[in-house]
T-cell receptor, first 113, second 112 residues
Framework: EAGVAQSPRYKIIEKRQSVAFWCNPISGHATLYWYQQILGQGPKLLIQFQNNGVVDDSQLPKDRFSAERLKGVDSTLKIQPAKLEDSAVYLC???????????FGDGTRLSIL | AQSVAQPEDQVNVAEGNPLTVKCTYSVSGNPYLFWYVQYPNRGLQFLLKYITGDNLVKGSYGFEAEFNKSQTSFHLKKPSALVSDSALYFCAVRPSTDKLIFGTGTRLQVFP
């Protein structure tokens, strides 16, 4: 089966600019996750979708981050405006239930200048 | 607060020797437990999980993990390490109705 696809792989922007990341999950996976992984740390959940509805966005900085999954398939995560502390790898994952593993894409490495 | 601890930032082992990467957790109830591996510039890859049943679970690439409920631990093991096992390993815990909580990761370095 095809894995989780993410693009772009790398992005460099200046602070206060905006950026968007795209994710296409594994076919049939109802649950989609966006994580932020800062260098030297484990992934931190930003937002979880179940189909096209938000299940958990408690750790999403909503003043600057937004995400959508309009048709219950692919998803976009946006940052506007970006801050220096947003430099991280943004990982997308998909899954099928609490007891099943999450499958991760290779991530987007974001550098803020 | 619920948390996952990986007490060693790095584990060094010689090729052919057994390896252990430690994980302990503090969550309520009976959580689901996972191990993932991350190679440079890649996403996390699933290795194995414990949901219920036998305390020793076997996973991909010859890895296994032992669940110990009394010690709230889920240590990752492999009888004979390979240089290609060198990577970053993450323990993750999911309380039964909550999100996945990751440890900070342990870098495994296997020397030839």
């Amino acid at each position: 089966e095809a894995g989780v696809a993410q693009s772009p792989r790398y992005k460099i922007i200046e602070k206060r600019q905006s950026v968007a990341f795209w994710c296409n999950p594994i076919s049939g996976h109802a649950t989609l996750y966006w994580y932020q992984q800062i260098l030297g740390q484990g992934p931190k959940l930003l937002i979880q979708f179940q189909n096209n509805g938000v299940v958990d966005d408690s750790q999403l900085p909503k003043d600057r981050f937004s995400a959508e999954r309009l048709k219950g398939v692919d998803s976009t995560l946006k940052i506007q405006p970006a801050k220096l502390e947003d430099s991280a790898v943004y990982l997308c994952a998909s899954g099928q239930g609490l007891t099943q593993p999450q499958h991760f894409g290779d991530g987007t490495r974001l550098s803020i200048l | 607060a619920q948390s996952v601890a990986q007490p060693e930032d790095q584990v060094n082992v010689a090729e052919g020797n057994p390896l252990t990467v430690k994980c302990t957790y503090s969550v309520s109830g009976n959580p689901y437990l996972f191990w993932y591996v991350q190679y440079p510039n890649r996403g996390l890859q699933f290795l194995l999980k414990y949901i219920t049943g036998d305390n020793l679970v076997k996973g991909s690439y010859g890895f296994e993990a032992e669940f110990n409920k009394s010690q709230t631990s889920f240590h990752l093991k492999k009888p004979s390490a390979l240089v290609s096992d060198s990577a970053l390993y993450f323990c993750a815990v999911r309380p039964s109705t909550d999100k996945l909580i990751f440890g900070t990761g342990t870098r495994l370095q296997v020397f030839p």
